[in-house]
């Protein structure tokens, strides 16, 4: 097989400076070597080109040659900008319901009309017991914290939307649009398919590694705020419970004290009255009569009040228990809320500031690249380049067929040996 002229290759120094700058720089990525060449071809045959270098592999080859001319001007690539909104969460209020103490009755005293000379026993007084209702429990719900994950920067294919670009460049002609999409289609469709290798060799791999930091950054910080809301929460809800049985408990002690007081008391003095009343009977029955029954009537309404006075005195406490309960309970949703929102803005701020970083890096890059491969073609800004056909690309080299009186420009980017 035919072996074609080397030509030099002008300024290499600066297109492998120019081919450093596109590609994407970061800790730990490797080095890809990159060979630049010019041949002469004389003859409409094939031809076989070998590499100055030898590659570890099949390297890709990008190749053009200068045979037509033609003038057009590429449009810029706009990459879509990134909006992250991580949605607000808020934390229930919970509201302790308030208990109501009954009220206590005592019945009425009877009217005592003593029919003999013989005054009645005096009868026995038991006050029913008074059962405060069971203290309720409080079960705060649990906040979750919503899971923030970003979805993966992926591109479409870009082969159509460089052809489209070159078609348009050539413009409209008429009945030979045919012969103007057979021109512009082989570099568009070269330099749009070079563009979605480099995508998804040099940038794609980029993107997915800052996306996958920020994910797993994300995670953790969710479940730190998740695990402290909820240690928060228990300690809250044990306090209240605790301190709503243990008030319950208190009161109903006091009230089965005071009950039994009151009771022996009563019936004691009921006792006493009724041995008096019955000796001063025996001289003066009216007398006595009316004085018992004004007793008796002056006993009940002292009960009475004792009992009045001592459910309001039960009400006012068990009320500032409650309230108490409520104003802790606030307290720990608003500050759960205001941590919320400050770490959904936090978070929305950072990653948008990366987001955009990534964006302006992209569009540069894609920006640059046509005008960049025309500088490394050694060709005049706005040339039409004309695709060739090639084969048998191997780690040493590759064939090339000419078309006659040609010079072919070729680009090898592969791995280094």
């Keep these: 097989m035919a072996v074609p002229k080397a030509l030099e290759a002008p300024l290499t120094e600066e297109i492998e400076r120019i081919i450093r700058q596109i590609l994407p720089q970061a800790p730990g990525m490797p080095e890809f070597p990159f060979e630049y060449g010019r041949v002469y071809l004389e003859e409409q045959k094939w ?25 057009f001007s590429p449009k810029r690539y706009a990459v879509p900008a990134v909006k992250i909104s991580i949605p607000k969460v808020e934390v229930p209020g919970v509201s302790v319901p308030t208990v109501t103490v009954p009220t206590v009755a005592v019945p009425s005293s009877p009217a005592i009309s003593i029919p003999t000379i013989e005054v009645p026993r005096a009868p026995t007084i038991s006050i029913p017991g008074v059962e405060i209702p069971k203290a309720p429990t409080i079960n705060i719900p649990t906040v979750s914290v919503p899971s923030i994950e970003i979805s993966r920067i992926g591109r479409g294919d870009l082969r ?61 910080m969710t479940g730190n705020t998740q695990a402290a809301l909820n240690a928060y929460r228990d300690q809250i809800q044990s306090g209240v419970n605790a301190g709503l049985a243990d008030a319950r408990a208190k009161v109903q002690a006091a009230l089965n004290a005071y009950r039994g007081y009151i009771q022996d008391s009563l019936n004691a003095g009921l006792g006493d009255a009724r041995d008096k009343a019955q000796s001063a009977l025996n001289s ?48 720990f949703r608003d500050s759960s809320n205001t941590s919320l929102e400050t770490l959904r803005a936090s978070t929305e701020a950072n990653i948008n500031a990366s987001a955009d970083k990534l964006r302006a890096s992209v569009e540069d890059a894609f920006n640059s690249l046509i005008p960049t491969l025309w500088t490394m073609e050694g060709m005049p800004e706005g040339v039409l380049m004309t695709p060739t056909v090639y084969r048998n690309i191997t780690p040493t080299g590759f064939d090339i067929l000419s078309l006659g009186k040609m010079t072919a420009s070729y680009i090898a980017l592969g791995v280094k040996a």
Excluded: C
């Design 47 to 71: 031809y076989h080109v070998s590499f100055k270098r030898t590659f570890a592999e099949a390297p890709a080859v990008l190749i053009s040659a200068e045979v037509r001319s033609g003038w």
């Design 284 to 331: 003066s029955r009216g007398y006595i009569q009316d004085s018992l029954n004004k007793g008796l009537l002056d006993a009940r309404q002292k009960v009475q009040t004792a009992f009045t006075d001592f459910r309001e005195r039960l009400q006012a406490n068990f009320n500032e228990t409650i309230t108490s309960a409520n104003r802790s309970l606030a307290s």
């Design 160 to 220: 159509p939307v460089v052809r489209d670009q070159f078609r348009a460049a050539l413009g409209d002609w008429g009945l030979f649009n045919w012969a103007r999409n057979a021109i512009a289609d082989g570099p568009g469709w070269v330099v749009g398919s070079f563009l979605n290798w480099l995508w998804d060799v040099m940038i794609q791999p980029q993107i997915d590694k800052v996306r996958d930091g920020i994910n797993d950054g994300l995670r953790k």
